[in-house]
């Protein structure tokens, strides 16, 4: 019982990390939990999926598909502050704008938005816009918004396991996650992301978790080449990054001159 309540801890502490939502009081904090509770990253994508895609039921009975995607993408933002959009732009700004990685660095840290990171903004908020909007004319927009808020935050949170924090400052956002993960929790991750991707049919599921490998390792290479780990920043990116990755991916077994069929 102690586990489960203690478990139940780290969940709240990782919802309110991650979004906006209201968690009791009372929860305990520290470091230490913080960082244990970056095992339910992709829980708690799940829970906001599953919020989004009720906002989205509820919208689509009173507005055209589009402006019901639209009305989502904004509830979506205010659940999470646009935590995860934020740190796709200042990854664009630092590693498009410097030529060396401590100004690549400095240029993350700075809360002004350049062109790199202004127009990498616009293209993924506009990319994911126009497909969220055909998957909602194809009737699987729900089953998409589960499966991409979650395995891409199963994706993202993975990238703490084996790759270096270069991010030393105490005031970065995400140093309380980016101690070490341990194999468990690891694992967690990963079965989080897995099993949600079986609402699909083994012929959409098995590119996903696919997509997902080399998606993860393709970004892994790239952060190492350029930063020599990670910063908070670009596990926003990574999120935001495989979440379009997902949805062009279903996409693909939705259109009918598409090569995957699910």
């Given amino acids: 019982m102690l586990n489960l309540r203690y478990q139940a801890q780290l969940f709240c502490l990782a919802v309110s990390f991650f979004s906006r939502l209201p968690i009791p009081s009372a929860t305990p ?10 095992r339910y990253f992709a829980l708690v994508g799940l829970l906001l999926g599953a919020l989004c895609a009720l906002l989205y039921a509820w919208a689509s009975h009173w507005f055209p598909p589009q402006i019901a995607v639209f009305l989502m993408m904004v509830f979506s933002l205010l659940l999470t502050g646009a935590f995860h959009e934020d740190g796709l ?3 664009a700004d630092g590693i498009g704008g410097g030529m060396a990685t401590e100004r690549r660095l400095a240029i993350m840290k700075d809360s002004r938005i350049g062109t790199y990171g202004a127009a990498t903004l616009v293209m993924a908020l506009l990319g994911k816009f126009i497909m969220l909007s055909y998957l909602a004319t194809e009737t699987g927009l729900v089953a998409a918004l589960i499966v991409g808020y979650t ?3 199963a994706v993202a949170a993975t990238l703490i396991f084996d790759m270096h924090y270069v991010r030393e400052s105490d005031t970065s ?8 993960q341990t194999m468990p929790e690891l694992l967690f991750l990963i079965a989080t992301g897995v099993l949600v991707c079986l609402i699909f049919t083994p012929q959409l599921t098995l590119p996903l978790i696919l997509g ?7 970004f892994k290479f790239w952060l190492n080449a350029r930063l020599g780990g990670f910063t908070g920043d670009c596990l926003g990116a990574a999120q935001q990054l495989m979440e379009l990755l997902i949805y062009l991916i279903i996409i693909a077994s939705v259109n009918p001159t598409g090569g995957i069929h699910g």
């Fill in 173 to 180: 956002k995400s140093k309380p996650l980016a101690s070490a």
């Fill in 89 to 91: 732009t200042d990854m």
């Fill in 212 to 218: 997902a490998v080399i998606f993860r390792m393709a």
């Fill in 29 to 38: 904090y520290s470091d230490e939990r913080m960082n244990r509770a970056g």
């Fill in 151 to 153: 395995l891409s935050r």
